[in-house]
C-alpha cells in the first residue's frame, strides 16, 4: 500500500506511478485534504485507506 497525500509536495502522481511500475502488486491511495504526513493531517481518510486496503487483501496465487 502507498499512500499518497493530496497535497502532498514530496509525493507527487510521477513518484506513484514511477512505484507502481516498478511494483505492478502495489496499490495506491490517495486520501484528500493531506499533505506529506498523512495520518496527521487527515487521520479519518487515512484510516479509510488502509481498512479499504486490508478490505480487499486477497492471498497471493502459487506461480506455476
Known amino acids: ?18 512505484v507502481q511500475a516498478h511494483c505492478p502488486h502495489v496499490v495506491v491511495a490517495e486520501v484528500a485534504n493531506s499533505g506529506h504526513h498523512v495520518p496527521l493531517d487527515n487521520p479519518a481518510g487515512f484510516t479509510q485507506a488502509v481498512k479499504t486496503f486490508l478490505l480487499n ?8
Open 57 to 64: 487483501v486477497t492471498e497471493p496465487r502459487d506461480s506455476e
Open 1 to 18: 500500500l502507498f499512500i499518497k497525500g493530496g497535497v502532498s509536495k514530496f509525493t507527487s502522481a510521477e513518484l506513484a506511478a514511477l
